[in-house]
């Protein structure tokens, strides 16, 4: 059974930083697509980033190129996302996803999901 773990979210002011880690075990980690995504209260899940296993391609939400970066530690079974320059607009509970099937940037194509973990940007 694949079980995804995030853990670093917290409260931080605007234009602060923070980094995001997701432990995936019971799995084959490296040969998976791992994936990022967030919910906003009365907001659907709405995708963030994205990369490849051998993190050949990666993708990013529009509104956080730039300022966020995935990136993944395959010796570790771990991806991260460091998200700088943060902005109230950013406040979410952010998903972990992996081994998706399909569009990378839909959430229904992903098959494994962390419970989540609060984000919240104060201005």
């Known amino acids: 059974q694949v079980q995804l773990v995030e853990s670093g979210g917290g409260l931080v002011q605007a234009g602060g930083s923070l980094r995001l880690s997701c432990v995936v075990s019971?799995?084959?980690?490296?040969?998976?697509?791992m994936g990022w995504f967030r919910q906003a209260p009365g907001k659907e899940r709405e995708f963030v980033a994205a990369?490849?296993?051998?993190?050949?391609?990666?993708y990013y939400l529009d509104s956080v190129k730039g300022r966020f970066t995935i990136s993944r530690d395959n010796a570790k079974n771990t991806v991260y996302l460091q998200m700088n320059s943060l902005k109230p607009e950013d406040t979410a509970v952010y998903y972990c996803?992996?081994?998706?099937?399909?569009?990378?940037?839909?959430?229904?194509?992903?098959?494994?999901w962390g419970q989540g973990t609060q984000v919240t940007v104060s201005s």
């Open positions: 996803a992996a081994d998706p099937s399909g569009n990378y940037r839909h959430f229904v194509s992903w098959g494994h």
């Open positions: 019971g799995s084959t980690f490296s040969s998976y697509a």
């Open positions: 990369m490849t296993w051998s993190g050949g391609n990666i």
